[in-house]
């Protein structure tokens, strides 16, 4: 399995920053090292350059908030947003094959959030908000779920694990290898001032193209319960709405 520093020195001599024939330097290895931990930081950032999504649970314990990184209530890294399909799930110890599991409402932003009057009522939960907070997120189930009687499940963008050395191993799918290679190669000519390369900017482009078509999943149209409200719709094969 190749390690990130065999990459690495590649890209430094194929980007034209080191002549062939020539070692990269420790500074020019280590330099180019970071800059891949910055692009693949942005990465992270991108559903669509993600190859997966976690579902994260807990069981509820009656509080009104859970936090979600390293080390929290959601020991997961700490994720940007919560993606569509987190639910709760209703325990049944005598029957587990009976669960049942109900879908959360995401609300999209904290203003959404300050406007409900009763933040503590509990009862039964239908949405849920995530205050992207740093170091570690906050997630507002609400209403708020009585302690164990429930799994609270959350769904977030899987992350691609920062390089810790460039003996370090990759070890993702092998679209990957040629998206880091190629957008590295455009990164160090603009580090080292060099111009832009119009065929690497076109490699670096087709590279994440191939991840966007290997990881592309298109859910199922929801119209936001705002614009639908409790209208039902018409039913062309009985005439009846």
């Known amino acids: 399995?190749?390690?990130?520093g065999d990459l690495i020195a590649l890209a430094?001599?194929?980007?034209?920053v080191v002549a062939q024939g020539q070692a990269p330097s420790p500074?020019?290895?280590n330099n180019a090292l970071t800059l891949t931990n910055i692009?693949?930081?942005?990465?992270n950032r991108k559903r669509w350059l993600l190859y997966d999504l976690l579902d994260v649970a807990i069981p509820t314990t009656g509080a009104q908030s859970y936090t979600v990184g390293p080390g929290g209530d959601f020991n997961t890294p700490r994720p940007d947003r919560l993606e569509n399909g987190c639910y709760l799930r209703q325990l049944n110890n005598t029957s587990p094959q009976a669960q049942t599991d109900y879908p959360l409402q995401i609300i999209p932003s904290y203003e959404d959030y300050t406007r409900i009057r009763l933040?503590?009522?509990?009862?039964w939960p239908s949405m849920i908000f995530y205050d992207s907070n740093w170091p570690m997120g906050t997630v507002y189930p609400w209403p708020v779920p009585a302690a164990n009687l429930y799994d609270l499940h959350i769904l977030?963008?899987?992350q691609i694990t920062q390089f810790a050395s460039?003996?370090?191993a990759i070890n993702l799918p092998p679209e990957y290898y040629g998206?880091?290679?190629y957008n590295l190669q455009t990164r160090l000519r603009a580090a080292y001032r060099l111009p832009p390369d119009d065929m690497l900017v076109a490699f670096a482009r087709d590279a994440l193209n191939a991840i966007r078509g290997a990881n592309i999943q298109v859910p199922t149209l929801q119209m936001p319960r705002a614009v639908v409200g409790n209208q039902v719709a018409y039913n062309v094969y009985s005439d009846n709405n």
Request: glycine share 6%.
């Open 1 to 4: 399995m190749a390690t990130v």
């Open 119 to 123: 933040k503590e009522m509990g009862t």
């Open 12 to 16: 430094l001599i194929n980007s034209g």
């Open 166 to 168: 460039l003996t370090t």
């Open 27 to 29: 500074e020019d290895s």
């Open 179 to 181: 998206a880091i290679f």
């Open 39 to 43: 692009m693949i930081s942005q990465w």
């Open 156 to 158: 977030v963008k899987n």
